[in-house]
């Protein structure tokens, strides 16, 4: 079985200041993704970046960067130079292989944390 | 816009009646989850279809039941509704069925069973 837990239910940031969302898993697959995923208050859930158990490198996307520490059993999400835009809930999530029948799990969710960011 | 299509956005409905969420995934993609989001379970994984074929199942209830259809949209239907039914539905759709393919999600459609 896969778990994902989100350790912060809420944070307050400062406009500009970058932002670091706890995310940590624990899985038996050997192959596995990561993503993260945001949820304004409007509903809908965008997604933001994906890190593959295997890539080498941490994924980046824009202003969005993924300190993935597989040892650790980490997923961090890193935004930069935060903007108002941003608040919202964020949810870390994973999936993974299913050994019978070959097909693949839903993702995993976490909790999520409600980033609030002030001006 | 993420491409996936979910409709109706909202539907407000009476206890043990019967109801229907339509899904139409982002074009090429051919894998279309389900998911329900409520205040106390989170994002809970309902089911998934790969190409007209149930994949995987999550904790989809009895009272629930889904197809994916040849052109590749999928429904989720729900009976014999519960007020504990009360949630967003969201679908999602990705390109393969791994699981480690990005997974774009729909806007949702808001339930209220009364």
């Known amino acids: 079985a896969q778990k994902i837990t989100q350790t912060q239910p809420g944070m307050f940031v400062q406009e500009k200041e970058a932002v670091t969302l706890d995310c940590t898993y624990d899985?038996?697959?050997?192959?596995?993704?990561l993503f993260w995923y945001k949820q304004p208050s409007s509903g809908e859930m965008i997604f933001l970046i994906y890190q593959g158990s295997y890539d080498q490198q941490n994924a980046t996307e824009g202003r969005y960067s993924l300190n993935f520490q597989k040892a650790r059993k980490s997923a961090n999400l890193v935004i930069s130079a935060s903007q108002l835009g941003d608040s919202a809930m964020y949810f870390c999530a994973m999936s993974g292989l299913m050994y019978s029948g070959g097909g693949a799990d839903g993702l995993t969710f976490g909790k999520g944390t409600h980033l609030i960011i002030q001006p | 816009d993420s491409g996936v299509t979910q409709t109706p956005k909202h539907l407000i409905t009476a206890t043990g009646q019967r109801v229907t969420l339509r899904c139409s995934p982002r074009?090429?993609?051919?894998?279309v989850y389900w998911y329900q989001q409520s205040l106390d379970q989170g994002l809970q994984f309902l089911i998934q279809y790969y190409n007209g074929e149930e994949r995987a199942k999550g904790n989809i209830l009895e009272r629930f039941s889904a197809q994916q259809f040849p052109d590749l949209h999928s429904e989720l239907n729900l009976s014999s509704l519960e007020l504990g039914d009360s949630a967003l539905y969201f679908c999602?759709?990705?390109?393969?069925?791994?699981?480690?393919?990005?997974?774009?999600f729909g806007n949702g459609t808001r339930l209220t069973v009364t």
């Open positions: 074009s090429g993609d051919l894998s």
């Open positions: 999602a759709s990705s390109v393969g069925d791994r699981g480690i393919s990005p997974l774009h």
């Open positions: 899985t038996s697959d050997p192959s596995y993704g």
